[in-house]
């Protein structure tokens, strides 16, 4: 992609709205704009990390054997009214009536719609466990919307569902999402730490927050400091003995009832990218979804649920990867593998250059950003820091006499002298 084509709105200034540093970052980068209260418009920049984070999420939920499928975004009342939690979800829903004057609403969860496909379409015990999830915008009226993209009212969330025929295969399916999510933030390059917590709405008597570390995070939490040593993906380290390490949030944490030593707890903030839930037959019941049971009786299906803030983790990420110019991605998640600046565009000997780098690497399957806009070296160094692309490839008259280019990582600062083809091996290898 030419920079000079690309629709990459930056701001000089951190609006005044934006209290936390992704939110300032993700404006100023031209990553999202603000539609109403809560509700974002994603750019180009913003959609292509926001992309990208979901594909994370698909590759890990495919890999732990879940399947995909795809809600309606607007649901019917009357299951809601079936399950009891229509009144009691209160003013975070948006209600509606279609032009027939049927109640509607936008959803903010869909355990009450998969309930509904699963009652309709599975008879027996025999076509269990199952595991469905959606990637899929939600709606919650929330009171405070804050912190752009983080406390949004319209939001991204991958959420699935499991059903399986009784508590074990229940656990089995709460322990199996458990490990894919600590995988899943790990390839964002993000510690999540596994945290009780309230199950709240949802409801259910197992339930765990992943919290991200930082101090903008939004829940105040309780942890053991061995966390801030343990490889939650050591290969020796099974899902029973991390959840048997404390870490709660602040509606869990007793502190007369705490069993860690004073000088084990950590205190600290949190940003809440996933949640999962079990809670049993509490919809399979009252929406009657049964199977016949190896013995020939029905039986009602143990459910959980399981949710992952897509938005949110783009912000999360931006808290967890940044400095004082800008963003740093971890390259899983970028934007554009690397950036072209060429620091004199009017130069012929440095357009050619550049021009044929970007094809050679566009050719290699590299995601290229080249800015081959006609501005100072100055503002194009400060652009790229802060939009963040891991690497960056400099090319000016100077290198060139010498035959070389300047090969920048985002992250380290760190420099290297290269020739154009070395370059194109490196980033393509
Ligand atoms: C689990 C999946 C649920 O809704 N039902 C389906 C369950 N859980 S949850 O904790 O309420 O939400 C799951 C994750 O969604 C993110 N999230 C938000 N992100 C941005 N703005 C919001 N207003 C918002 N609310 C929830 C969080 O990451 C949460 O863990």
């Known amino acids: ?186 390839r964002m390059g993000l510690t999540a730490i596994p945290m009780r917590a309230e199950s709240g709405a949802i409801g259910g008597s197992m339930s765990h927050e992943f919290q991200i570390l930082a101090s903008t995070g939004e829940s105040e939490v309780f942890y053991d400091a061995a966390f801030e040593e343990l490889d939650l993906l050591a290969p020796d380290l099974d899902v029973d003995t991390i959840q048997r390490y404390y870490a709660a949030t602040d509606e869990q944490h007793l502190p007369d009832a705490c069993p860690l030593p004073p000088e084990r707890l950590r205190h600290g903030r949190g940003i809440e990218v996933g949640h999962i839930f079990y809670f049993g037959t509490k919809y399979s019941k009252p929406l009657g979804a049964a199977v016949t049971g190896p013995d020939g009786e029905d039986v009602f299906v143990e459910m959980g649920s399981y949710g992952i803030g897509v938005s949110r983790l783009v912000g999360a990420i931006i808290e967890a990867y940044h400095d004082d110019k800008g963003i740093i991605w971890p390259e899983s998640v970028a934007p554009f593998d690397v950036a072209l600046v060429n620091l004199r565009a009017s130069d012929t000997g440095c357009a050619e250059v550049t021009g044929d780098l970007y094809a050679k690497l566009k050719t290699a399957g590299v995601d290229v950003l080249y800015d081959d806009r006609d501005e100072s070296p100055g503002v194009k160094f400060a652009t790229m820091d802060l939009i963040g692309i891991p690497w960056q490839v400099v090319i000016g008259p100077r290198g060139l006499k010498a035959g070389v280019v300047e090969l920048k990582s985002r992250a380290s600062g760190e420099t290297e002298e290269l020739s154009p083809e070395a370059v194109v091996d490196r980033l393509a290898g």
């Open 1 to 186: 992609m030419r920079l000079s084509a690309y629709f990459l709105p930056l701001l000089k200034e951190s609006p005044a709205e934006a209290q936390i540093v992704s939110h300032q970052l993700m404006l100023r980068a031209g990553m999202i704009r603000q539609s109403s209260a809560g509700i974002y418009s994603w750019l180009p920049l913003g959609h292509a990390v926001l992309r990208r984070v979901e594909q994370i999420v698909r590759e890990e939920m495919n890999a732990a054997g879940c399947q995909e499928i795809l809600m309606p975004a607007v649901q019917p009342a009357d299951i809601w009214q079936e399950s009891g939690r229509y009144e009691a979800y209160g003013r975070e829903m948006l209600r509606f009536e279609d032009r027939h004057e049927r109640a509607m609403l936008f959803g903010p969860t869909h355990e009450e719609v998969v309930t509904d496909i699963f009652r309709r379409c599975i008879r027996s015990y025999r076509d269990l466990p199952k595991n469905l999830y959606q990637i899929q915008w939600k709606f919650r009226d929330e009171i405070r919307p804050r912190f752009g993209v983080m406390r949004g009212r319209e939001f991204l969330m991958k959420d699935n569902y499991s059903f399986d025929l009784d508590f074990e295969g229940a656990k089995r399916s709460y322990d199996n999402m458990f490990s894919a999510y600590l995988r899943t933030f790990k």
